[in-house]
């Protein structure tokens, strides 16, 4: 269990929570794990097999509190609220940004300044750790060019500029990341920048597959607070689209999706018999892959990091929730400027 901006995140298998006179009490195998007073929390929400005692159901419904059910693995399953909810207020605040170019391109500047300073990161821990000294230097100089495009984005003023020093950055990043893998198994995972559909080599299948699990737990988190997964900032509406996920997913992208696919290739977790190529040069992970994938994914998302708006410690699956909250929270005018994820 995990109480943050709040929410209560009840996260122990088979957990039980339920109204004790005005606190809720969270149970486990019938051990009390958790006890805190209700009128501390402003949302529950719950992964996996929770039970919710009706009584404790309906106090939160009255009280306009939320309860948000997702799966294990965070895919979002239903929220349940009483009748008077801030949430229409919380959408039509999104949707009223998207006519003030300011504000819409101040939260796209923040998630693109995350990315960039996320993907800066890595790279210089990948020329700490490389075997060679060009790799090295070449991975310094690509953070180098990272830096030089943070400053000019700190300058921009409106979103096409932003995206396109967003693209420029990828570029730079996914044009050194394979120097990052162990140079013995370089060849097998090389890759000539990012290509999606369909990836056309094994680090690209690997990359496309945790960002399509990535892009699930954001779109849940959005949901989740009251957002409209559709209605993002960074990415430009398109019918069927889900822009805030994606936006939500751009600072997450280098530490729970490209810092895993290196290290399972580089501990050779993930081999090249993990995938197999299809007609028309598609790339893609067999089942015996697929399932490695998933469960180290699941792993990942157990690791803590300290996190640097709350500055306490929390599982790295539950960053793509507070990341909402916090988002949802800037929306609504409780907070000046939407503070993104900055892996340390």
Known sequence: MQQLLNTLYITSEHAYAHLDHDNVRVEVDGETKLQVPLHHLGALACFGEVLISPSLLSRCAEDGRSVAFFSYSGRFQCRLEGPVSGNVLLRRAQHQTLDQPEKAAGIARAIVAGKIQNCRHSLLRGAREAQLEPDAEALRSAARDLSRLLFSLGQSGDLDQIRGFEGEAA???????DLMVRTDDREAFAMSGRSRRPPRDRMNALLSFLYAVLLNDCRSAAEGVGLDPQI???HMLRPGRPGLALDLMEELRPVL??????????????????????EGGAVEFTDDGRKQLI?????RKQDEVQHPVLREKLPLGLVPHVQARLLARHLRGDL???QPFIYR
């Not at 570029?171 to 990341?177: I, K, N, Q, S």
């Not at 050779?268 to 197999?276: A, E, H, L, P």
């Not at 469960?295 to 792993?299: D, E, F, L, P």
Request: charge should be positive; charged fraction near 30%; aromatic fraction near 16%.
């Open 171 to 177: 570029r730079t990043y996914f044009g050194v990341l």
């Open 232 to 234: 993002g900032y960074l």
């Open 257 to 278: 999706a490209d810092r895993l696919a290196l290290t399972l290739v580089n501990r050779r977790q993930i081999t090249r018999d993990d995938f197999r190529e299809r």
């Open 295 to 299: 469960v180290s994914y699941q792993k």
């Open 336 to 338: 000046e400027h939407y």
